[in-house]
Nanobody, 115 residues
Framework: QVQLVESGGGLVQAGGSLRLSCAASGNVFSFFSMGWYRQTPGKQRDLVAR???????HYADSVQGRFTISRDNAKNTVYLQMSSLKPEDTAVYYCNIHQRSGFTWGQGTQVTVSS
């Protein structure tokens, strides 16, 4: 069983930066990918960025060029560096891991971007 704990959210002005962290514990020795998703009230949870076990990355069009996903294997931690933040980036950000057994989600961290 895997546990994911996100941190790093907060309030930032438009144009600013934040770095989110997702620390994984438990059985993280084998996985397909880890990713960041975000959700606003009344809307579905959307993919923001994903990194595969091989290190390949994929980004939503809305964050391409502004966000960077990375992974520290020694720390079992995935990061999301967010720059040039916009008010529309305001959401709860969730980390997830995709393994053979399925998907596991973190509890989420709030990111609020003020205009």
């Amino acid at each position: 069983q895997v546990q994911l704990v996100e941190s790093g959210g907060g309030l930032v002005q438009a144009g600013g930066s934040l770095r989110l962290s997702c620390a994984a514990s438990g059985n993280v020795f084998s996985f397909f990918s880890m990713g960041w998703y975000r959700q606003t009230p009344g809307k579905q949870r959307d993919l923001v960025a994903r990194i595969t076990a091989a290190g390949a990355t994929h980004y939503a069009d809305s964050v391409q060029g502004r966000f960077t996903i990375s992974r520290d294997n020694a720390k079992n931690t995935v990061y999301l560096q967010m720059s040039s933040l916009k008010p529309e980036d305001t959401a709860v950000y969730y980390c997830n891991i995709h393994q053979r057994s399925g998907f596991t989600w973190g509890q989420g961290t709030q990111v609020t971007v003020s205009s």
